[in-house]
């Protein structure tokens, strides 16, 4: 009977060999850090590459060439750079996290050297030295220095018990940032060494004194008011109005910060209100109907007395507050005039130029030319654009510096508002994920670290897009993974790749 029964066609079960090879696998394919890196970024990152490549494409690409791709132009190169920046990615991700922080002071340290001696070595390039030939290759070491830096910082501020409440250790962490930026700004590399200031966000996210950044915002009103309306006379009097403006907002400040910082003592808040519109009105009247006269003097003469008088209580009260406030009030005077010193007298003329048509001063068309042209071009491309490799601008070189700094300029011409919009989205998309990935870290090291790529991400963008826009002042940095060059490249990507691995750790067993 048996021989007439169907045959049974079972599956083999597999032996204890199999499942723990199979085991393995899984495990190995789960341990993997290159697996375990955050995906949104990773496809984020590659369409930002591919946007960026097209865009130098139609920003290199000229009416009738047919040979573009070959790797003697800057399509073919950056095609080369692209493909390198994938590579590191790469070989980032098999790394251990843990040697990011172990060799962070080497790496930090060498890259300063490296900064020292750039000026000595390297060519003198439109007015700057910082850029590095080795053969057929030119680097820039200030691209790299910002993963030192930032590397630095997040294993300084990642010590156990350090705050940046502590005014010792806030200097040392704002050292290892302005070291960097004193030694980029000797490399006439102003633009480079201005991305250095975007640490100060990480700053305040970790504890740094709100009032510290607001001294910082201070500052650039006063520099913007100051300057811009510096040539503008105050009707009945011979001051500038950029002055008067700028010592009445200083009085505005000290006396709100007394009433947010001493609110036990209300007194002296209404006490120097009371004194500084007796003081104003009474100088503005005398000035405008008996003899007119500077009156930004009186101004400086009632803030003395305003700083003598909350000297006197910190010395009678012993309250570190008054001090403080003393000591903004002076400083807030002193920088007033040594930003206008500083303009008229250490700036060369290209700079003073440049921010004197920026904040709408004067109407230079050599010093706004670029500006003029990117807008032209942004313009042109309307809503949906002239279409890939098709921009007149950019064909015809009216914009300088379309395929590195003036890049965007190419994507409104081209891909139209549409797809300028698009690449902003981009943009967002990426930084909202890093703010997420940044906070989700379980040391404070890979938190630090993630805001510090966050916030120079974040101080390109706006200042790249902005410049091109002509809402922020030209100061020559790169729009990140659109313009051409290695050395942006693969410092961005270095950045974003090791953030990447190092939160692929976060969860080590």
Known sequence: MANYLPLLRLKPTPSNTDISVMANKRDSIQLNPAFRADGWVLLIFLILLAFGWLSVCGASHSFGDVDFLTFDTRPGKQLVWICCSLGLGAVILMFDDRYFDMLADLFYWSMMLVLLITPFIAHDIKGSRSWISLGPVSLQPAEFAKCATSLMVAKLIGQYGFTLNERRKFLQAAGIVLLPFVLIILQ???????????????????????????????????FVIGIG?????????????????????????????????????????????????????????????????????????????????????????????????????????????????????????????????????EEDRDASYNVIQSKIAIGSGGLQGKGFMNGTQTKLDYVPEQDTDFIFCTVGEEEGFLGASAVLLLFLALIWRLIYLAERQTSRFGRVFGYCVLSILLFHIFINIGMVLGIAPVIGIPLPFFSYGGSSLWGFTLLLFIFLRIDAGRKRR
């Open 229 to 361: 309306q510096g040539d503008v006379a105050l009707p009945g009097t011979l001051a500038s109005l950029g002055e008067v403006l700028v010592m009445a907002l200083i009085w505005i400040f000290t006396i709100g910060m007394l009433r947010i910082y001493c609110p036990k003592q209300p007194e002296h808040a209404r006490r120097l209100l009371l004194w500084g519109i007796i003081l104003h009105v009474v100088a503005y009247a005398v000035s405008l109907w008996i003899v007119p006269f500077d009156i930004s003097w009186a101004q400086m003469a009632g803030g003395v007395v305003m700083t003598g008088y909350l000297g006197l209580q910190w010395l009678g009260q012993r309250i570190r507050t008054f001090l403080l406030i003393t000591a903004f009030s002076l400083g807030s005077m002193g920088f007033l005039y040594a930003s206008d010193y500083a303009l008229n007298n250490v700036m060369k003329d290209y700079q003073r130029t440049r921010i004197r048509v920026l904040l709408g001063i």
């Open 188 to 222: 006439k590399e102003t633009g480079s060494a201005l991305v250095y200031l975007s640490f100060f966000l990480m700053f305040y996210r970790e504890g740094m004194p709100g009032s510290i950044l607001f001294c910082g915002v201070a500052a650039v009103a006063y």
